[in-house]
Structure formats: C-alpha cells, structure tokens
C-alpha cells in the first residue's frame, strides 16, 4: 500500500477501506509510518471527517494496537468514566476513589494535558514518585486489592492512542469528532470494563464549543461503546467557565484533596457525585439515597483514604496527601486584579488553559516537560459582581518571562460587562 496515496484519497474526501486504515494504524504503531505522514493524515481527517464505517475499523483497529484486558475474573462492577477535556477539569481523582467507596471497580486508562486541557496523568505524576507507568500485572493485583488504579496508555494498551494523542496535541489536530471519539473509545474498551460514563465537555473551554457538536461527538461514542458490547450513556456539561478554581497540575492535587474532604469548590463536588450517581446507575445500584451517601463518603474520609492507599500503592509520597503544601511549590506568585466594575463573563475559557500552559503546565511539543508547580487559581465565577481591583486570579509561577504571556491570555479569556450575564447550568442532559 501507498501511504501518500492513502493520505491524498482521504484528502480529497473518499472513504478509505478497512484495509487501508488497518495499514495505516498498524504502520503508526509499529514506526514504520513516520510522524510527519501521520501529522497529514490527520488534518485531512479533521476537515473530511470519517464515515461511520471508517470510524468503526479505525477504532476497532486503535483498540486491538494492543492488548484489550480481560477482567471477568476480577468480581465485581468494573466501571470507568472520561472526560472529553477542560479547563480545571479534576474530576476522575475524586471520582475513582469515590465510585470504589460505593463498591464500583474503577480500572482507570487515562490521558495527558491535550492542546488546552489538562491531563490526569499530568497532574497525578506532580505527586512525588507517583508511577502512571504500571504494568499489566500490577494493574490487575492493584485492582483486586484496593479496587482501582489510575494508569496511563502503555505499550501493550492502545498504544495507537498513546502515539497518536501526543501527535495530535502538537499539530493542531484535537478538535475532531472521529478523532476524539476514536482516541477515548479505544483506550476506555481496552481496559475490560463492564460499563463507561463519559462526561461530554460543551463550551468556550471545550474541544466542542456548540451543543450540537458535543451532542454529536456523546452519540458517536455512545454508539461505538454499545456497538462493541459496553454499555455506555454521557452527561454533557458545561466548560463555559473553569471547573473549581485550581488550573495546573499540583494545585488541582490540592483542590482534589480538598474535594476528597468534603472542602472542595461545590461545581467540581457535584459534577463527581453526578458522574458516580450514572457508574452506580448503570450498574443497577443507584437509588433516590445515592447522591446522600456519595457526599457522606466525601464527609467521612472515606473516599480520601482510598485515594491515599492508591497513591501508595503506585508509590507516590503519602505525606503529600496528608499535606499537601508538602506538594511542588512555586518560586513566585502574583494576583491578577479586575480593571473595572461589572459582572464576570468567560468568553474564552481556552484561554485560561493557555496561560497556564504559558507558565509551563503544559506541553507545547512533545518533548516538553511539565512544571508541576505552576498554575492559576480563578477566584470568581461566571456572574459575579466584582469591582475594580477585586482579587480575580492568583499566578504561580517559577519564570519570570512566563508571567507577561500568562497575564495577556487572562485578559483574553474574561470579560467584565455591565449587565448580569445569562446564568449557565453545571450539567445539560443525560444521554444514554
Ligand atoms: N480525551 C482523550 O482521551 N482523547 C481525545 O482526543 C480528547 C480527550
């Protein structure tokens, strides 16, 4: 087979074979199909899009680039979820440990930062000697002693995914339905999961800014779970804003904690009792008492000490968790103040994901290296009043010629006007 031709025919829009695509994604994997040729194949995927054929063979073929775990021996309900990306997004730290406290297995495949999103990887490794990196093996004995692990793609596990994710983060190439539905369907099926939750992202902050695409973009992965046998429904929730306050890596560790303790920012608390109310559901063990007990088992201690006996387990400081100031520290910070009075809009919550990548949050090449220290807390939601020189955000930061890059992307995320915005809803629609 031709490569440039396989990349011209997609090019000029024409549906690819399975064939074609097999060779594609197995040639990606293996190497012997360079980046550069990849990086074209992708953008003429994302202005021609994929049927829904090629879509089926490209994301069988991204999920058997590896091994597709088999957990049946494993009792119990192995549930995950995913997101599709945001800004502040810390989600699956709170809810894994709390779908376990509810008695749910949670085998959790996560990603890294992607484009302006964070990564769970990304912000689990600022804890000191956490290992995303465990193997097969471990990943099945973590997961029959404590109930969940939190690992990222490995060589055996959609290592298509793997390659391609960090591909797509450096060329431009996320914001693509086929692509984002391949990527997340391929790694969620290789983990041998009973049934998926997936949190769809709409909004300013999102891969998917209008309602109809992130209502295409839930239904095409909902049809591609329930195709290939795992049950699967979405939320769709709002990016219009950054979920909690923290933006970075260790500082979303540490609102995490906060939130494993029952101290977290409410958004970030009610959109994980929301996501562990549909794993339970799904497995038939949700009830009109669900969300009580879940913000009970936040209140309790329950859910944090999990999450500890995970961090230990994939050998990652304790001591952090038990204080988290003890989590990587910045050199410098600086406050970010309102210029004039009115009420807080967000009309590019991107934006605020690029100034923390501007600090070093996140990559701008594959090759780059987070720093775990830095980051943004947003101190005000979407409609609020502030007047000028109200505190806004709070910079972290560790070099100096980040801080101007930073400061011009805030200014370009926020807006203060003079009428209340629109009010907005944390979660949209269920979809199942
Ligand atoms: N999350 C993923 O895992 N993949 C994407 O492409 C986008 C979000």
Redesign the pocket.
Known sequence: MNVVEIIRKKRSGEELSADELSYFIDGYTEGSIPDYQVSAFLMAVFFKGMSKKELGVWTHRMLHSGEVLDLSDIPGHKVDK?S??GIGDKVSLILAPLAVAAGLKVPMIS?RG?GHTGGTLDKLESIPGFNVNLSIEAYRKQLLKLGCTLIGQTGQIAPADKKL?AL?DVTGT?ECIP??AS??MS?KLAEGIDSLVLDVKVGSGA?MKTFEDAELLARTMIDIGNEMGTPTRALMTDMNQPLGQAIGNAIEVKESIDTLRGEGPKDVEDISVALVHEMLDLTGLADENTDAMLRAKLRDGSALKIFRDIVEAQGGDVATIDDPSLLPQPQHRTFYKAQSDGFIRFPNVANLGFAALELGAGRRTKEDEIDPAVGLYCFVEHGQKVKKGDTLFEILYNDVATLTPCQERIAASIHIQQSAPETLQLIYKKLE
């Open positions: 995913h599709t990306g990603g992607l994710y797509r996320v692509l984002i990527s997340i790694k891969f």
